[in-house]
């Protein structure tokens, strides 16, 4: 007989009741995953993603170049994509689903040696803090888009469309602005946050971004949501497939 010293008998059940589901996350975060990145790549090469006042994230800023072998898209994607490929939290998702390095706690990793971050490409993670400078560009032509989506040829309105717009960029800015990148970076390299008021002051702006990087992870899953749902909305009013219910002053 075999017994457990250290854990409550509470403790123990609830491990032997979700151990059978270990596999429940990394199947939800390969099949979610795999899905945006195929309807990404739709969307992109569509080489529209514009309808009155209303403008795809995938395609922000909005770039117009007239013969253009590719959709613009694929100017600005790499942006966001770099951004989210190396962000702590899905490196945690996609090393556990896709590589199963581990695949979840008291799990064993697949078979071969675990090189981590070390190597090609993985390595290229480093380049994180990077990737969130030019992603905090990008979401301010966002917020341009946004704010834009209530401009109905100079008059104010509110559509549909001009709502699902501004709540998207919302969870975009929960996601990039709770990033750990940028947490280490308003509030790292310091020993004393109340020897200055500029210390105080970066200690005010970490504790704002900490407050956001607590829920990174829904704030992750929220936004790639979020970004889709954007995108269908406004391709189902480019083919015609319904009207955008509005009110405009």
């Given at each position: 007989?075999?017994?457990?010293?250290?854990?409550?008998?509470?403790?123990?059940?609830?491990?032997?009741?979700?151990?059978?589901?270990?596999?429940?996350?990394?199947?939800?975060?390969?099949?979610?995953?795999?899905?945006?990145?195929?309807?990404?790549?739709?969307?992109?090469?569509?080489?529209?993603?514009?309808?009155?006042?209303?403008?795809?994230?995938?395609?922000?800023?909005?770039?117009?170049?007239?013969?253009?072998?590719?959709?613009?898209?694929?100017?600005?994607?790499?942006?966001?994509?770099?951004?989210?490929?190396?962000?702590?939290?899905?490196?945690?998702?996609?090393?556990?689903?896709?590589?199963?390095?581990?695949?979840?706690?008291?799990?064993?990793?697949?078979?071969?040696?675990?090189?981590?971050?070390?190597?090609?490409?993985f390595v290229l993670n480093n380049f994180h803090r990077y990737?969130?400078?030019?992603?905090?560009?990008?979401?301010?032509?966002?917020?341009?888009?946004?704010?834009?989506?209530?401009?109905?040829?100079?008059?104010?309105?509110?559509?549909?469309?001009?709502?699902?717009?501004?709540?998207?960029?919302?969870?975009?800015?929960g996601y990039t602005l709770g990033c750990h990148a940028l947490?280490?970076?308003?509030?790292?390299?310091?020993?004393c946050y109340s020897c200055s008021l500029a210390a105080q002051?970066?200690?005010?702006?970490?504790?704002?971004?900490?407050?956001?990087?607590?829920?990174?992870?829904?704030?992750?899953?929220?936004?790639?949501?979020?970004?889709?749902?954007?995108?269908?909305?406004?391709?189902?009013?480019?083919?015609?497939?319904?009207?955008?219910?509005?009110?405009?002053?």
């Amino acid at each position: 007989m075999t017994v457990e010293v250290g854990r409550p008998p509470a403790l123990r059940s609830q491990l032997n009741l979700w151990k059978p589901l270990w596999w429940a996350y990394p199947t939800w975060v390969v099949t979610a995953l795999s899905a945006f990145g195929i309807y990404a790549f739709f969307a992109m090469i569509q080489k529209a993603g514009f309808a009155y006042p209303y403008l795809s994230p995938f395609y922000s800023p909005h770039i117009v170049i007239s013969g253009l072998p590719i959709s613009p898209a694929f100017y600005v994607a790499w942006v966001p994509l770099g951004f989210r490929l190396t962000c702590y939290y899905y490196r945690k998702a996609y090393f556990r689903s896709f590589l199963w390095e581990p695949p979840a706690c008291a799990v064993a990793d697949r078979p071969g040696r675990y090189t981590g971050e070390t190597r090609l490409p993985f390595v290229l993670n480093n380049f994180h803090r990077y990737f969130l400078y030019v992603t905090l560009v990008v979401l301010g032509f966002l917020w341009y888009d946004a704010i834009r989506a209530f401009d109905f040829h100079g008059h104010f309105g509110i559509g549909v469309g001009s709502g699902i717009m501004l709540l998207n960029v919302v969870l975009l800015s929960g996601y990039t602005l709770g990033c750990h990148a940028l947490r280490s970076l308003v509030g790292g390299g310091i020993d004393c946050y109340s020897c200055s008021l500029a210390a105080q002051g970066r200690h005010r702006a970490w504790s704002g971004v900490s407050l956001l990087n607590n829920r990174h992870a829904l704030w992750a899953w929220a936004s790639m949501f979020s970004v889709a749902i954007t995108d269908i909305y406004i391709r189902f009013l480019i083919h015609g497939v319904f009207a955008d219910p509005r009110w405009v002053s």
